[in-house]
């Protein structure tokens, strides 16, 4: 891949003259921000140029995506990669766009992009991706339910952006694009310009000319999500929360007719759901809950999980492997968050938690490729040497880079 100088981002990266601050209080979740010129010269030191892009869009394991069309025409056409070079050459000079997901997980060095922002909680982060527009290319006017920091890396894009919109998509079956789009504020992308937009805001780019654009994206479960997974950890636990009750069944209640379910019966299933909620009830209430969310919010939105490793190894032998390599590279599929109460902390990775001291903790959640025991100058005391080989066997590292 190309220069480490993409990965060592200026000072004003990224949010220029504005402080971390000013950008909590009135950008944050509440409305889009145009930050001009925050990397000047970007495009010189690419840490992915259209090529890399195209390569990593050729390997098995990528979530790659070619559409193409127009708003003009409502011709979008969406294929799926793998991708070879002859895709690219049938859709000709204009209007598609090439999309990759995760691109910081096949190119791990480009975690590192993440840790520019790290004013925001970490978990919160998802992915970065990276889209390569031929002029004209788009995805057409759509909207997020996350929120996005989108990048002009190189090439020039046009985006239009609209608070209030009407909500009918077009009749497609891949993606989601709003058939009527009219915005109301537009700027044209240079090089090193970037875009933040809260959730749910309508937005359409049109490369000007060839472009690439990285998205930063963010995630947000919905109530439904946490829910469900809430649900299927709540039904492992001893206690199920109480059981439809209906002691209070008269007679009366009896001469409906038969087989139906009457709006009592409605009545006391409100009352056994909405007794969850309550503040004496056993499930939001529950010590555990905290415990519940790291471990889900590890594995949300992930396509990919670790493998434990071939072979497990023993703390003598990580001892000895560890003082000699120095360095571990993360699993670029691992996602790592922590917690403590007022006696312990918690690290908790895709599927697994451990309890571990708060400073090495930190050090393993750092959004990095590698963990260099040297040059960070962590120091392989009993303790530390226990937490890196369990996760070094459940998988989420590695002696080499697997990338
Ligand atoms: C793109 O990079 O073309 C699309 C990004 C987005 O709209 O979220
Ligand atoms: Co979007």
Avoid at 177 to 195: A, I, K, M, T
Avoid at 251 to 280: C, E, P, W, Y
Avoid at 346 to 362: N, S
Wanted: hydrophobic share 40%; aromatic share 12%; net charge negative.
């Amino acid at each position: 891949m190309n220069t480490i100088d993409g990965l060592v981002p200026p000072d004003s990266f990224p949010l220029g003259e504005m402080t971390t601050a000013e950008f909590l209080r009135d950008y944050w979740q509440k409305k889009p921000c145009l930050l001009r010129a925050v990397w000047p010269g970007i495009e010189k030191c690419l840490p992915v140029n259209a090529d890399e892009l195209a390569g990593i869009a050729a390997e098995e394991n990528t979530e790659a995506r070619l559409i193409s069309g127009t708003h003009a025409k409502h011709n979008w056409k969406v294929e799926y990669g793998p991708f070879e070079s002859e895709d690219y050459t049938q859709l000709g000079e204009a209007d598609w766009t090439l999309l990759v997901q995760d691109v910081e997980k096949h190119y791990p060095p480009l975690k590192q992009w993440l840790s520019n922002f790290s004013f925001l909680p970490s978990w919160r982060l998802d992915d970065i991706m990276i889209s390569f527009a031929a002029a004209g290319g788009s995805v057409g006017p759509h909207t997020d339910q996350y929120d996005v920091f989108l990048f002009q890396a190189s090439g020039k894009r046009r985006w239009q952006i609209s608070d209030t919109y009407n909500p009918e998509l077009l009749d497609h079956e891949e993606i989601k694009v709003l058939r009527e789009f009219s915005g109301d504020q537009s700027w044209d992308l240079e090089p090193g310009d970037l875009l933040y937009l809260p959730p749910n805001v309508a937005h359409f780019g049109v490369a000007l000319e060839p472009c690439l654009s990285y998205s930063i994206g963010l995630r947000a479960p919905s109530r439904a999500e946490l829910f469900a997974h809430l649900a299927e950890w709540f039904s492992h636990s001893d206690d199920q929360g109480g059981r439809y009750q209906d002691a209070d069944l008269t007679n009366n209640d009896l001469d409906a007719s038969l087989g139906k379910v009457d709006q009592q019966a409605i009545t006391r299933v409100q009352m056994l759901l909405n007794s969850s909620f309550d503040s004496s009830n056993e499930l939001t209430q529950n010590p555990d809950l905290a415990d519940w969310f790291c471990q889900f919010i590890c594995a949300y939105r992930l396509s990919g999980a670790p493998e434990p490793a071939q072979v497990a190894l023993g703390e003598n032998e990580m001892a000895i492997l560890l003082a000699d390599a120095g360095v571990l590279y993360r699993n670029p599929w691992s996602r790592f968050c922590w917690r403590s109460d007022n006696n312990s902390s918690w690290l908790y990775a895709t599927g697994m938690k451990i309890e571990c001291p708060q400073q090495l903790a930190e050090l393993i959640c750092e959004p990095a490729d590698t963990l260099n025991f040297k040059t960070q100058n962590i120091l392989l005391d009993t303790t530390t040497i226990q937490v890196i080989t369990t996760l070094y066997n459940k998988g989420h590292f590695f002696f080499e880079n697997h990338a």
